[in-house]
């Protein structure tokens, strides 16, 4: 049960750090106010709407695209090692505390100790409870 329960504890913090380490990005291309393409990783695909500029004119016509692209990028955390000096008195003595109660939680011993198991109930005279009249509810 113990070794089970480290190796679960084990694999969640690794997850943990894992997920709060890592960086992505997600780009999204709009044409217009609908949404054409998402991407994890790589560039979003265009819908192939893009204004084509006329080289023959001299004169440059200036509208505004219909479409757009958006880029969400998710840094993740790059400083792992955080110092145990940086935490606070009440801090530090809540997690020496918590660390030492989670290690003897799950220390068991090598038999089972019944004290009494050489001892015999006493001999039942009467019943007590009927005799008072007392029930528990």
């Known amino acids: 049960m113990k070794t089970v329960l480290r190796n679960i504890s ?3 913090m690794a997850m943990v750090v894992l997920f709060s380490t890592m960086s992505f990005t997600v780009d999204m291309h709009y044409c217009g106010s609908e ?3 998402v991407a994890f990783l790589k560039p979003a695909k265009d819908c192939g709407m893009e204004m084509q500029n006329d080289t023959t004119s001299t004169e440059k016509i200036s509208k ?3 479409c757009t692209d958006e880029h969400l990028v998710v840094e993740g ?4 090692k955080s110092s145990f000096e940086k ?3 009440h801090q530090q003595t ?3 505390s918590y660390v030492f109660s989670f290690i003897n939680v799950f ?5 089972n100790i019944i004290p009494f198991k050489n001892y ?3 001999l039942l005279i009467s019943e007590i409870q009927l005799e008072n009249s007392t029930f528990l509810i």
């Open 107 to 111: 220390e068991g011993l090598e038999e």
């Open 10 to 12: 084990t694999l969640l």
């Open 35 to 37: 949404l054409v393409d």
């Open 120 to 122: 015999t109930p006493p």
């Open 77 to 80: 955390q790059t400083e792992l």
């Open 94 to 96: 809540l997690l020496v």
């Open 64 to 66: 505004s695209h219909c």
């Open 87 to 89: 935490l606070s008195f």
